[in-house]
């Protein structure tokens, strides 16, 4: 089992910044993947962004490319997202998930292909 904690929701205003982290613990042996989704109320969850270790490689939702970054402390099995530049329409619960291994490109952004999630943090973007 893999617990994921996520931390550093919460609220701020259009065109400021806000980082998430996630860290995962309990017994597993790696984690290729570490990503993050989001869901806002009345909608479906959607991909945000996702790191594959084994790759070096980062994928992002069009809606955030060149505003959120995604990283990883390998060593701590933590997962960042900063996010800059932000947007009302960045107003959603975060969630954290990982997969043991890697996906095919095209499979990355689905959500249930993902083997745990976090609870959740709430991101609030006032205008």
């Known amino acids: 089992q893999v617990q994921l904690v996520e931390s550093g929701g919460g609220l701020a205003q259009a065109g400021g910044s806000l980082r998430l982290s996630c860290a995962a613990s309990?017994?597993?042996?790696?984690?290729?993947?570490m990503g993050w989704f989001r869901q806002a109320p009345g909608k479906e969850r959607e991909f945000v962004a996702v790191?594959?270790?084994?790759?070096?490689?980062?994928y992002y939702a069009d809606s955030v490319k060149g505003r959120f970054t995604i990283a990883r402390d390998s060593a701590e099995n933590t997962v960042y997202l900063q996010m800059n530049d932000l947007k009302p329409e960045d107003t959603s619960v975060y969630y954290c998930?990982?997969?043991?291994?890697?996906?095919?490109?095209?499979?990355?952004?689905?959500?249930?292909?993902?083997?745990?999630w976090g609870q959740g943090t709430q991101v609030t973007v006032s205008s």
């Open positions: 790191l594959i270790r084994s790759r070096r490689t980062q």
């Open positions: 309990g017994r597993f042996t790696s984690l290729d993947m």
């Open positions: 998930a990982v997969r043991h291994r890697a996906l095919v490109v095209s499979a990355v952004r689905d959500g249930r292909l993902y083997d745990f």
